[in-house]
């Protein structure tokens, strides 16, 4: 059996996650590759060290990896899902970050978490990414994103107009900071903090969410994910931001951007006990009222 492991940053003051997890994987018979930026700074015996596979970029990844373990917060799965791309590797998020709504996996339950991939009994959720269509190529080779697409204005800039489009079908010009084009899966981040709905994970749907929108009659939409939606932009800066999770560009407002859904799925591991109505309540401490 192969892991990877992944993490972008871990706090060495703590006890070592990497060395943690290390030490439950150690009786098993695995092949174990970790980001080497991760082993620089770990911090572990060079016997533990010389033991490992070192992988650089997603190229050094392939289907055969039976499972990636992402250690660190939400922002870390998200790299995560940059690395894995279409390989359908499946990403096991133990969060040793804050809130974590994809990490959901906590530290307390990391032996769990790995007898369940060593004994394969984990559930494998399919969740759909959003692409990127550009006249510049933006993003590179990861034209993708789990969370959601923005658009916003830059730093002290006065608010833009977003002329926005479902199918080549005007929808509505937004005057507003920015505008947020989310999956499910990130209806709980950036587009739940601007008042938009929270969806299922396998609805097949796109939310469309403006931020702090200057019209007080405009409210978030939910769209088929079937659909292309495509932009317009206007403003007194010649220049805007463009983001893709935590990535993002800065982008001349003449570039020509659209959305859809994407060809293939992230698949992300969870625990049996663990579903999404459960991180609804944990998360949000839905259902923790005293009255009830």
């Known amino acids: 059996m192969k892991i990877a492991i992944y993490s972008r940053g871990l706090d060495l003051t703590t006890p070592n996650p990497l060395a943690l997890l290390l030490d439950a994987l150690a009786p098993h018979d695995l092949q174990i590759h970790v980001f080497h930026q991760l082993l620089l700074h770990a911090d572990l015996p060079p016997q533990t060290v010389a033991a490992l596979i070192p992988f650089r970029v997603s190229s050094d990844l392939d289907a055969s990896i039976d499972c990636m373990i992402s250690l660190g917060g939400d922002g870390t799965m998200l790299d995560a899902v940059t690395l894995v791309k279409d390989t359908g590797i499946p990403i096991l998020g133990i969060n040793f970050g804050r809130l974590g709504f994809l990490a959901s996996i906590s530290p307390d339950a990391l032996q769990s978490a790995v007898d369940a991939i060593v004994n394969r009994t984990f559930v494998v959720d399919k ?85 702090a929108p200057h019209n007080l009659n405009v409210r978030p939409i939910v769209i088929p994910d079937t659909n292309v939606v495509s ?62």
């Open 127 to 211: 969740r759909a990414l959003i692409h990127l269509d550009s006249n510049e190529g933006l993003f590179g080779d990861t034209p993708f994103a789990l969370n959601e697409f923005a658009i916003h204005k830059r730093d002290i800039s006065p608010m833009i107009k977003i002329h926005t489009y479902i199918n080549g079908e005007f929808l509505n010009t937004y005057w507003a900071d920015g505008l947020i084009v989310s999956t499910p899966t990130g209806s709980t981040g950036y587009s739940m903090s601007c008042n938009g709905p929270i969806l299922f994970p396998d609805a097949a749907s796109f939310v469309i969410t403006p931020v």
């Open 231 to 292: 932009f317009e932009i206007e403003g007194r800066a010649d220049q805007f931001i463009c983001a893709l999770d935590a990535r993002k560009e800065i982008v001349d407002k003449t570039v020509q951007l659209a959305i859809r859904k994407e060809q293939f799925c992230v698949n992300l591991v969870r625990l049996n006990e663990n579903s999404f109505l459960s991180t609804l309540r944990t998360k949000l401490t839905w259902g923790l009222d005293k009255r009830n």
